[in-house]
């Protein structure tokens, strides 16, 4: 529907907004929206009018006035009441017509485009989403699994499987679609299509912790040719660099403790281009050390991290956190919270319950669950050769 949306309501614009939509779907629920506010705003200004009109014209302007007998009172005119319910039923079928036909659609992918949908399971853990291609089948490995980023092909049905491990969560990517909710032991499911490439930000919609605000992902949406790329790309196991590989260029310095939007003239080639500094990520960064990220694999198993995640074909395959094996081609880290530069995985990796209070990595992975004392804490210079380590993983 052609409304309202000009250049003087730009505030309503930016990644979360529901009114710059991407999709079929998010276009549905927006024009429920629109034909809803079009109908209570006819109301409101009705109304309102009238009600106006009715207290200039009848209101009292003189003690006289005041002291004025009251008119003759009346029982209501039958005809004027029928007319209003016969005209607020109307109004309740205009609104529900287009509700009904919008909620049937958002809920089941349509006939003609089921059968080269893509079927992906969505996971909600507290705070994070993980995400399994059950077509996509990798020998020895089983499904391809994904962390807080789903890349999907721009153009094509994708129907999410949506389920819980812990707490309620919500789906939603605003541009897209949503909120559908993530029940535990309930299969609730919904549908997006992206209709052009593009960088989604995704959010959870129902309150399921004290991180609930900071629970975030992304939705990556790529031509048909680059979307098959990045699938065989994904299938293959964590990238190796052998320890004695030559540095490719000097070693890129990095001030952790001045992570960046705070910081004075901070600017980011992630906010301006978002799809762009993805694509950038895919491929090995300039400046890595192999010493370092050798170093870093150690850590990675001495300070436990293998107990809880995976990197495909190396030592780690732990489930219960997010799957790393190509943790250095993803924009974010820590749940879609932090741009995933060197500087925000240093301060991750340091200070995990400071960027997000209670996670697990914190509670159970830093601490000691019988003792509650810190064993695994990450000092800055172990830090920096895992985030080498991790950058590496492609
Ligand atoms: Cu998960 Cu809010």
Known sequence: MPLFFGGWLNW???????????GPVAKAQLNVFYVTLWV?????????????????KYKARNTADEHAAPPPQGHGNPLIELGLIAVSVLALVFIAVPTLKAIW?????????????LEVNAIGYQWWFKFEYPAEQIAGAGTLVTGNELVIPAGRAVRLNLRSVDVIHS???????????MIPNRGNHMWLKADEPGYFWGQCAEYCGEDHAVMRFRVIALSE??????????KAPGRVVPADAPSSAPAAAYDYKNPGRN???YSSAFDADPLGAWVKLQSPEAGEVP????????????????????VRGQEGVG?????LTHIGSRTTIAGGVLENSKENLHRWLTDPNGVKPGNKMWTTGYNDSASGKEIFRINDDEARALVAYLHSLK
């Open 171 to 181: 789906f939603w990517v605003p541009k897209l679609a949503g909120k559908v909710d």
């Open 291 to 310: 010493a370092s990220i050798a170093h870093g694999r150690q850590l990675f198993q001495q300070k436990n991290c293998i107990g809880c995640h995976t």
């Open 12 to 22: 309503l614009s930016g990644p979360q907004s529901t009114f710059e939509v991407a």
């Open 263 to 265: 910081a004075p003239g």
């Open 40 to 56: 209570t705003g006819i109301i409101f200004v009705l109304v309102a009018g009238v009600l106006t009109y009715a207290t200039l």
């Open 225 to 234: 040719p680059d979307y098959a790329a990045w699938l065989v790309h994904q």
């Open 105 to 117: 659609y958002d809920y089941e992918v349509p006939a003609a485009e089921k059968e080269t949908a």
């Open 319 to 323: 489930v219960s956190g997010p799957d």
